[in-house]
């Protein structure tokens, strides 16, 4: 339906009939309006499947979901670093979706990990909002390209579950802009979603469901999004100031609090063509959701499951492989030791936990290719000495002991933040156990977020497969024989310590704020920068075969705010098996006037590569990728500089490297200049640039003439050295170059500061 028709049908509508529209008629349909035509829509929570309520409930009165297909929870999919792994888990949700008559599914959640402690981070793709923003888009794409929607979440600083309802994420603009905004700002612009949710909390003071700054201005008017802002499930306090603010639908069903905004218009406290939007942007997709809803849809369950399958396999990430001890060979005499080998744990607890129409595991999976032995290792979170014994004799009596460890979901969920990032107890006395008596012990890891280790100098390998979806137990065997290449990367950085955490001074200090002071050093932001030794840096992984980089190209020397600089490489499969790398380019600051995170990813690909196979691996830069947020100009702005375009296999491990620099742009701001304003922001002026060119060696002069650019042996300096030395005084008011510069009369300053202020 055109915006015409629609605005139309609004003009029908009553007041009442309007505000029963903006919030849901159950916990899952929009209000349709029958007298108009006007159907309702469904929804249904996502991010790894479609999560579909039955209407039954079990004897404990929770709902039932239809059975559907787990796919790898977001924590582990953003692990592929392929955006077309994700594109095809979008697609194959969407037309399950489609079959189940879902018009919009609630997902994915493209919030910050700000700290491994976040219950809820396994339903996220990663700390980083380049990496998440990409694949989000990926996933959207895929969704939509079915006819259903995406409703990308939880809109704004939602970054812990503690106080998830009422806390207040205190963050700065710069924060907000580089860190927590990038994700859903390239998600809205490359994928449009039609839909995104307001989260529960305040965002520096104020609800995110009536934050018309983001909820509007920041989303629709500086982004372009055209679809409808819906409340997370409960978060609308205030109905009136929901629907004022851009929150044009609460969810789920709040018929008590319709009256509210009927008052609220008939008093003149709201006018009513606020209300007027907030139906126009949700009917629009409500029109367009029928419009593009099919009747008859097979879903394919086996199919799916295969997607599972291909997707997990594509995101598990080999951690380690001491003397290649995986793949394993078939003839050797393996345990399977740890219940998860029979039990994984495959996705996580909350919202988004899918009835799986089946799960595999991997003793049921090896079965086809050996025989193991399999011991349960463990039965709680505290060390069973028992299972203990017995995993210790069967790890002896074998070759290799695989460990099937993690956490279990009492540790982590939506809802919960962890206290500590530590495996259960029980776990790790079993590592400690086995690898006593057996040195050829692989770990597999079943987790949704880092976890501290131990015991990696013990064992040989390590293989997070995170939360896999109900296809990983194939997964796994396949990736442990060697049916699969490992080509999963970080995308979180694993700390060593809870302690090393930039967030740990502050996340969850329980009070009703939660200060993000570490502002934007998130993740390896922090680490790369404060050089904190990391268990495992973001972006790391191995594989069975080897690649080489070589012959790194940048099409300039110089880049200016309006150029693109083209980047190339080319990458080599040196070993001996098929593989893919995931490529990844950091913008580096080597010297900036802006304090800046030391690296920042800016660009990444995964490529499939034959032995001896070489392909060339091309990125384009803009100028966002050298900017920060200027929050005096509200603006991103480029600041001069030197950097270097780093090639990496992870955030620490620079392969090629090469240097740029950056021609500053200048900001007009409604900056008023005075002798008291900052030598440093004087230059930034192209007219304080000319002076200073002008008079440097005059400048110089007058600062030796002062005696106060003496040398440690006690000698005046000469002019070349005190130039060299000049942005030492940058951050002194422009007043003290009238010490240096007597020949200026006070009229020539005067003339300058109004030349500078335009008069
Ligand atoms: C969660 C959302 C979810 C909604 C509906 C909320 O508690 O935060 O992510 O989509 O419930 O289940």
Redesign the pocket.
Known sequence: MIKEEIKKLISQMTLEEKASLCSGAT?WLTQKIERLGIPSMRMA??PHGV?KHSGLTDIFGGAITNPTVCFPAECTSAASFDRNVLRKIGETMGNIAQAEGVNVL??P?VNIKRSPLCG?NF?YLSEDPLLAGELGAAYIEGIQSQGVGA?V??FLANNQETL?LTSSSEVSDRALREIYMPAFETIVKKARPWSV?A??NKINGKYATENRTYMTDVLRKEWGFDGFVVS???ATHNRVAAVAAGTDLT??AEKETDAEIVEAIREGKMPEFLLDIACENLLSIVFHAANNSQVNVEKDFDAAHEVARESVEQSAVLLKNEDSIIPLKSTSQIAFIGTFAKAPRYQGG???TVNAERTTNAFDAVKGITEVTYCPGYDGDEPNMVLIEEAVEAAKAVDVAILFIGLPNNMES??IDRKHICLPNSHNALVEAVTSVQKNTVVVLHNGSPVAMPWTDQVKGILEMYLGGQAVGEATVNLLFGKVNPSGRLPESFPKRLEDTSAFLSYLDAGSKAYYQEGVYVGYRYYETKKVDMLYPFGYGLSYTEFSYSNLKLDKKVISPGNILKVSLDVTNTGSMAGKEVVQLYVAVKNCEVYSPAKELRGFDKIELEPGQTKTVCFELDKRAFSYWNEDAKQFHMPGGIYEIQIGKSSHDVILSQEIHANGEYLEQEQSFSLMTSIGDFVKHPIGKIFMDEYLDAICEGVIRSGIAGSVTGEKMDVAQVRGMITGIYSQPLAILKTFLPRLHVNDWTKLINQLNDK
């Open positions: 916990d929570d996502g999560n609630l997902g959640g809820r339903e409703c979440k939880h998830r949710m989260s529960y997370d499930w409960g969810m789920p909350g919202s988004s939506e809802g």
